[in-house]
C-alpha cells in the first residue's frame, strides 16, 4: 500500500479538472438544417432537441413562395441537462429548392459558412482574442427527399458546393414514406452515387481497438446506416393502448420514432449528440477551418495564384515566410521606422565606445611614452 | 359486388347511375351499344420522379401497363424531357377500352425548371391539331383517331405545406388546355389532420391564382350535376397511395404497401383515396372528361387556330377570344391547313 501511494503523483486528476473547467464554460454547437421544404426539418430538429424551436414560425403563403429567395435564419435556444449546458445555434435555409428556377441558390449558403470562416480568422488574428464567439458551421444536416431515385442534381449541386466547408450529415427525411426495401435501395443508391461525385461527407471515426465487440458491432451497424432515414414527431401516442412513445399516428399502425427498426433517429441523435459532437467541432477547426485559413493567407501572399498544396504543408510554411499578414500596412510601417531608429542609435552608441576606447588606449601609450 | 376482383365499368345503363340520366347519358348508351369498342383516354400524369405515377397506373388499371422501376435501380434523371407513350387495350363486359398512358419522366427533377412545362404543353397542342387537321378534310374518315388527352391527372408532392411555385406555374398553364385532375402523391407519408390541412391548403391556393381544376365549377349543367360535381371538388385533391403487390390482411387479398407498423390497403378508405380517384375517372365521369375535352377544350383551340389562320369569316359572327392560349401553341405549319382550306374554298365549301 505504501508503494503505491509513493508513486502517485496527482495528474490522474487531470481529466475532472478539464470536466469541470468545460462544464462551466458550457459548450456552443452550430447546426445548419438544408434541404427543400416539406421534407420535415423542423419537426426532426424540435425531435433532436426536445425543444419547440419553431414556435413562432410563419409559413409563407404559395402567392410569396413564387418571389421568395433563398435566406438564411439563425435561431439561437440554450439547453441544459445534467448540469451541461449547450448553447445551440440552429442555422435555416428557408426557400431552398422553393422556386421555379434554383440556379445557384447555394452560393448564400456557401457565403454565409466562408463569412463565419472569415469572421473567425479576423478574431484569431486581433488583439484581444478573449472571447471569441465561435459562430463556425460544424455541422449541415442535408435532407434528401425519399420520393426520388436518389440524389437529384440540386442535391448534388448543392453538396459539391459545401463539403470542403463544413461537416455533412445526409439524411432521408419522412422515412415512414418508404417500405423496408424500398429504404435500402435508396440508401445504397445515394451511396454510390456520393462516390461517384466524390462528394466527402463526414466520415464517423473508428471505435478504439480495445472497445468491446458489442460496441464495435453497433458502430459498425450505425455507419452502415448512413444516409440516415429518420422520422420526426414532437407527439406522443399510445401505442396500441400499452405505453406512450413518440410517434405518427397513421389508420395503419403507429409509427415509433424512438424504435431502431422503424427508422435510424436513434442513430442519428446518437452519432450527433452523444458521442461525435465534440468531433464534429474538432474537425470544422482542424480541417475545414484550417483549409479555408491556407487558402485566404495563401492567395494573400501570391495574389492570383492559387495552387492546391497540402494543407498542413502551407500552413506550417505561412507561419514562417508570412510573420504578420493581417496587421494593416500603416502599422507595420511604423514597427519598422521604430526598429531603424533603434538601430541607428544603437549604431551611434556602439561609434561612441568604440571612439572612448580609442581616446584611452591613445591615453594609455602617452603615458608609457612619459 | 366485390369491388376489387372485377374490372372497373364505363357507365352502362344497367348499372346503378349516381345521377338522374341526362340526354348525355342516352348518348352513352347509344355509343356503347352501336360501337362497343375503342374508347380512348389520354393521361398525362406530370410530376418529379418517384411520386408513384408509374404504380398508380398499374393500380388504377389493375394491369402491369407499366413496368415500375423499384426505386432506387432507375436509370439517372434524363436530362431533356422525353415523353413516352404507351397504348394497351383492355376489354370487360364487351367494352373495349383503348387506354394510353403519356409519362414525362424527369419533370421538375432540374435544377432550372423554367419552361420545363412547354415540352408537355407543345405536345398536347400537337394531339389537337392532329384531329383538327382530320376533321377539316373535305373527305374525312368516320371515326376520327382520336389521340387528344382527356385528362392529366398532376401529382403534388406530400410536403404537407402547400403548392410549390413550379405547381402553381404549370397548373395555371395546363389548366386552360386540358382536363386537370391533381392528387396528393404517397399520401402515406400524411396523417389523416395533416392531409386535411394540406387538401384546405391547396384548394385555397388554387382558388387565388383562379386555377380551374376537373369538375370545373362553370361546366355543371344542372342541379344534380353541382350537388355531385361540388361533394367531389370538396375532397379534391385525393389523397392517394398505390401499389402493385397484394399482402394477406385478415384473410383477404388486398393490394398495397407493407410496412413494420402496419400494411397500407389502397382500396381501403379509411387509408387513402385511392378509390375515390377511380371512381370518378373510370366508374363515373369517363364520359363526361371526354366530352369536355371535346366541347370545350378543343373547341377553343379550334377557335384559336382559325382566328390565326384568318379563315372565319369577319363579320357579326366573329369570335373575339380575349384570352391567348398559354404556352407557345405547337405551331405546326399553318400554311398546310391554309392550303388544305383554301382548296375547299375553291370547292365551293365553307366552314
Redesign the interface.
Known sequence: MGGIDKEYVGFAALPNQLHRKSVKKGFDFTLMVAG????GKSTLINSLFLTNLYEDRQ?P???A??TQTLTIERRGVEIEEGGIKVKLTLVDTPGFG??????DCWLPVVRFIEEQFEQYLRDESGLNRKNIQDSRVHCCLYFI??????L???DV?FLRAVHEKVNIIPVIG?A?????K?T???K??IREQLKEEEINIYQFPDCDSDEDEDFKRQDAEMKESIPFAVVGSCEVVRDGGTRPVRG?????????VENP??CDFLNLRRMLVQTHLQDLKEVTHDLLYEGYRARCLQSLARPGARDRASRSKLSRQSATEIPLPMLPLAETEKLIREKDEELRRMQEMLEKMQAQMQQSQTQGEQSEAL | MDPMRRFPLPPCPSDPQPRTPTLRDAEAEKHCLKMSNTVVVLWLPPG?????KSTMVNTLFKSKMWKS??????TP?PQTLKLQSVTHVIEEKGVKLKLTVTDTPGFG??????KCWDPILGYISEQYERYLQEEILITRQRHIPDTRVHCCIYFV??????????D??FLQRLCRTVNVVPVI??A??L??EERETFRR?IQH?LR??CIEVYPQKCFDEDINDRILNSKIRDRIPFAVVGADREHLVNGRCVLG?????????VENL??CEFPLLRDLLIRSHLQDLKDITHNVHYENYRVCRLNESHLLPRGPGWVNLAQTPAGPLAAPQPSKVHQQAQEDSEDGDEY
Open positions: 427543400e421544404s416539406g421534407l409559413l403563403e404559395a402567392s413562395r413564387l422553393d422556386s421555379v428556377d434554383c440556379s427527399s425519399p420520393f426520388g431515385r436518389g437529384r442534381p440540386l449541386a419522412k415512414d414514406a418508404l417500405m423496408p424500398e435500402q435501395a435508396l445504397q443508391k405518427r399516428r397513421y389508420s395503419w399502425g403507429t409509427v415509433e427498426h422503424h | 418529379q420522379s418517384g411520386l408513384g422501376t423499384v426505386q432506387g435501380l432507375g434523371t427533377d432540374q435544377i432550372n425548371n423554367d408532392p406530400p410536403t404537407g405545406h402547400c403548392l410549390r411555385p413550379l402553381i406555374e402523391a404517397r402515406d407519408s396523417t389523416i391548403r391556393n387565388t391564382h404497401r407493407k410496412t413494420k407498423w402496419g400494411i397500407i390497403e379509411a387509408h
